[in-house]
């Protein structure tokens, strides 16, 4: 389950929307410093090889935060506790995912009209305010969001499908 090009650290940094271990960041800190990352050419490299490890490192992180709050590791997993955990990521992750998009709502409220339509009606205050924000359902983020919801409903089913295949073989 673990790869060896992955890293783990507890800390995690956000570099202009790039997650990545701490640890990473250290090691490209220290490649410049020490002459090793000298160019742009060399840096757009090696932030691309920071995030081609992404998968790895998030695994390895939940690998160890998994065996320090359940106290097993993920390896020593049946197929029946792989399905019950899976199904649970399903359930809190959709849950997440559910609330943003009711905070994103928020965005569309009648409160949220304040300055549209100023010269007019408010039927000019609505039509305003749909020209420049668009409908909540129309919006990119929250369609995005609904896609995350269903792509991570069908990967965990099929997950639980692969894991029940492989428990049976």
Known sequence: MSNPDAV?????????????PKKRLADLEDAIEAGKVDSVEALSTRTKTIHECYQA???AWVCRAYEQVFGEKLEALDAAKLCQVA??????RTKFLNLVAADAKKEFSELSHIGF???GNQEDVAADFRAVRGTYEENPFVQEIRQNIERLQQRVEGMRAEIKNEGSK
């Open 87 to 92: 199904a649970a990521l399903g359930k809190v």
């Open 57 to 59: 490192d998030e695994w």
């Open 8 to 20: 783990y650290d507890s800390e995690w940094v956000d570099i202009a929307g790039q997650l990545m």
């Open 117 to 119: 339509g100023q010269d």
